[in-house]
């Protein structure tokens, strides 16, 4: 079969296209013929050795795709033959909260992931995917969507009728804009182009701001807000606009820290209005499960930007790096 694997390398040169001999399902484990699958900014972090200390090589590639069971082991009760599924994110974080002790195994990252033709996995670390989602749009889901919906759905989950902030039209930020709405929350979303601002509404935003308009774009919430604030942000863009995110956050507010793309300080007095600052990392197998039981109620189907055939992996991701792109970059086998 044909994988991509992350070869020791930095940046680009990292990812290889090689073959590896076709697996075979093990006791317990599912076989999946992958079908699609999407980038995640945290891709470009592992490139470019920016990714917690890990350096995978000879690592398959990625985290998030979806494909159909083509074969299943012995004693495998979960799933059957012609089964819609999506590997997990973590390939050991099954529920409840994640320890320090145990922490999850990251595929395309400590483990191998699932850029690759086949897939051999446990069956406990897959979950069915939506029925009205396209194999294209399921592979959108297991790292950006689970993150947003830890954020907004964790241990003190979004109400109907609070606000949510989100930052930027990536992943993330996209799919918390199709949660938050889909839970009856008023959604205000930044960007710094008004054509990604306009698309966004249509996803379910209720205000927008463009950034560029409004550099300090904290006091534009609270005017929006009449002075409160909002009861969640889905932070993505780290020390950059952390402190204006801060500023943006009612009190007894919460904001989730999703992304780092840059370092910076931020003053412990800003948080004393009972305001919480709380890492994501991703999320557990039953959080996918509860996510998806949201989507398929709801019928939320993510925004995908770009496709990229097979053979054009490095484009993928070279495309993804030069932040040009709205929603989630994939990948199709048949592109």
Known sequence: MRVYELNGARGLESIALTNRPDPSPLRGQILIRMRAW?????????????????????????????????????DVRR?????????????????GPMTATDPPLNR??????????LVACDENHAVRIPAHLSYQEAACLPCAAVVAWNALFGPRPLLSGQTVLTLGTGGVSTFAIQLASAAGARVISTSSSDTKLNAIRKLG???????RIFPEWQDEVLRLTNGRGVDHVVEVGGGGTIER??????????IHMVGALSTGTLSPRSLIPWKTLRGIMVG??????????????????????SV????????????????????????????
């Open 108 to 117: 395309g990252a400590s483990v191998d992931g699932v850029l690759a033709e």
């Open 38 to 74: 999407s980038l995640n900014f945290r891709d470009l972090l592992i490139i470019n050795d920016n990714y917690g200390g890990l350096k995978p090589d000879h690592v398959i590639a990625l985290s998030d795709g979806a494909g159909e069971v083509i074969a299943v082991g012995a």
């Open 245 to 254: 995110s801060v500023a943006s956050t009612a009190v007894g507010g919460q």
């Open 284 to 305: 557990s197998r039953a959080d996918h499960e509860a996510m998806n039981n949201m989507i398929a109620y709801h019928e939320i189907r993510p925004l995908i930007g």
């Open 79 to 95: 799933f059957k033959v012609g089964d819609r599924v999506s590997p997990t994110f973590s390939s050991s974080w099954i529920a």
């Open 205 to 211: 935003a209720s205000e927008t701001i463009n950034y």
């Open 308 to 335: 990229f055939p097979f053979d054009q992996v490095v484009e993928a991701y070279r495309y993804l790096e030069s932040a040009a792109h709205m929603g989630k970059v994939v990948i199709e086998l048949d592109a």
